[in-house]
Structures are given as structure tokens and as C-alpha cells.
């Protein structure tokens, strides 16, 4: 059964780090870009956060560069989501997904997706 699961999601106040992992099972990780994307409150579309490819380069949203890290360990079948100088407007549900992509933001291209994990961002 294919799965990823997302875990890390918490409340912070503004400033402050948090560490999202995407742990898959039932695929071999090694061959897909993995996505991260994130819903924001009242809003019904995902919107990209940053990515990384299967030989590990990584890529990052504007709003994101400087305060985020994505990276993988595909022996572990995990991709983390290091998230610093956190700001309320980051506020959101995350989601990691998988797949073969071309254009890593278009959410329409990943093939799997996990539940998604809730970060809150508040004083």
C-alpha cells in the first residue's frame, strides 16, 4: 500500500523552527521528486513551498528562500522540511507528494499525496 505521512506540525510562535518529515512506504522513494505545498486557512488551493528532485537539488518558493531546507534520505524513504524564522502567514495545512515532475510547483503533477500536517504559527 502506498503511503506517505507527514508528521512535525505544531504550534509555534512567530520566529521559532519546526521540522516536518514525509515518511513513504509501498514505492521506492529513490526515483521521485518530492513536493511540499501548503494550504492556507479559508483557501481551497495547495500552493508550492519548495521541492526537491531525485538527485537531491533542491528548490525553493520566493517566499520561502533563506528560512527554509529541504532535503531527503532515501535509505530512510524520508523527506524533511527544516523550517525556520517562522511568520504567521506560513500558517497552513503541509502536504508532501510525490512524483515524476517536470514543473515541480504544478501540484497536478505528483502522483502521491499524504494527509497533510497542521502548522500554526501564533503569538
Known amino acids: 500500500q502506498v503511503q506517505l505521512v507527514e508528521s512535525g506540525g505544531g504550534l509555534v510562535q512567530p520566529g521559532g523552527s519546526l521540522r516536518l518529515s514525509c515518511a513513504a512506504s509501498g514505492f521506492t522513494l529513490d526515483y521521485y521528486a518530492i513536493g511540499w505545498f501548503y494550504q492556507a486557512p479559508g483557501k481551497k488551493e495547495r500552493e508550492g513551498v519548495s521541492y526537491i528532485a531525485s538527485d537531491g537539488s533542491p528548490y525553493y518558493e520566493d517566499s520561502v528562500k533563506g528560512r527554509f531546507t529541504i532535503s531527503r534520505d532515501d535509505a530512510k524513504s524520508t523527506v524533511y522540511l527544516q523550517m525556520n524564522s517562522l511568520k504567521p502567514e506560513d500558517t497552513g495545512i503541509y502536504y508532501c507528494?510525490?512524483?515524476?515532475?517536470?514543473?515541480?510547483?504544478?501540484?497536478?503533477?505528483?502522483?502521491?499525496w499524504g494527509q497533510g500536517t497542521q502548522v500554526t504559527v501564533s503569538s
Open positions: 507528494a510525490a512524483g515524476y515532475t517536470v514543473d515541480y510547483s504544478d501540484p497536478y503533477e505528483y502522483k502521491y
